[in-house]
């Protein structure tokens, strides 16, 4: 089975979705699962993971509906407070909700450097393996070690870093983030989403080649087994279509054997996700 691992569905209203910009109009719309459909399936992929792009419960709870109503919703990472007094019992109506299957915070706009490392969210994330919820990190490059440590305390947690911890790759970023990804890496229980890249590269110049170079190293931490393939659809649409933003992985391991092939477009997602729907 071949599963998109980043999808976003949303019904557009720009007071909610403030962080789509005036130079981001081709997703100034509504996306809904046969929007996705439509694209995916030519490619072969059959199912997906839904994920937050609000920080509410309302967005949480609505993605869950629609994973009741398409059966291509395989799994949803939702969001909820993992820093307020009311989470053990967020996190109980939501897992009422079998498709539920992990949590984000949008830590990429946080302004503390650390904040991934405060007390409250620390307690947060231990909810979380209680629950046997994964937890997505969403970080810019520089917030990678903090990640790292936060990942320290929780060495039978499962993590999914999304979109390979979003190096710069429109100013070339590359040193210092590769060496933090091989930290990160180091730890055996983060999985990492191969999502992400074309919004990171010059929307209008990037290259399938210059592309390849980060997931070089992505490849060299992580190794294939922990690596899984992800759209970031429908963002990705400011850069390029859904076939090509896919077809920058599937060219890069079309070489390889096909188990390792059928991982990452895959089985991996699955392993990461522990007891995502199968339909």
């Known amino acids: 089975m071949r599963l998109d691992a980043h999808v976003h569905f949303w019904r557009y209203r720009e007071t909610e979705y403030g962080w789509i910009g005036d130079d981001m109009g081709a997703i100034r719309r509504d996306f809904v699962p046969d929007d996705w459909r439509k694209v995916a399936e030519p490619l072969g992929f059959e199912g997906l993971i839904a994920v937050q792009a609000r920080q509410t419960l309302e967005e949480t709870r609505r993605l869950l509906e629609l994973a009741e109503q398409h059966p291509v919703i395989r799994g949803v990472v939702g969001w909820v407070d993992l820093r307020g007094p009311a989470l053990d019992e967020h996190l109980e109506i939501l897992r009422d909700h079998t498709r539920l299957v992990g949590v984000r915070h949008v830590v990429q706009d946080e302004p503390e450097e650390a904040f991934m490392l405060q007390a409250d969210f620390l307690r947060g994330i231990k909810h979380l393996g209680r629950c046997e919820l994964a937890y997505d990190i969403l970080v810019r490059a520089p917030q990678l070690p903090a990640a790292a440590e936060m990942v320290e305390h929780f060495p039978r947690q499962r993590f999914v870093l999304n979109h390979i911890g979003k190096p710069n790759i429109a100013d070339g970023e590359m040193a210092q983030w590769a060496t933090d990804i091989h930290v990160l890496a180091e730890h055996d229980n983060v999985f990492c989403k191969l999502s992400g890249l074309v919004t990171e590269a010059d929307w209008d110049g990037w290259t399938v080649e210059q592309l390849h170079g980060y997931l070089d190293v992505v490849f060299d931490a992580f190794g294939h087994e922990r690596l899984m393939i992800g759209s970031d659809w429908p963002v990705c649409l400011v850069a390029g ?35 995502m729907s199968e339909g």
């Open 241 to 275: 279509s859904y076939a090509e933003t896919m077809g920058v992985v599937m060219s890069y391991i079309a070489g390889m054997p096909e188990d390792v092939q059928r991982g990452i477009l895959g089985e991996n997602c699955m392993r990461a996700y522990g007891g």
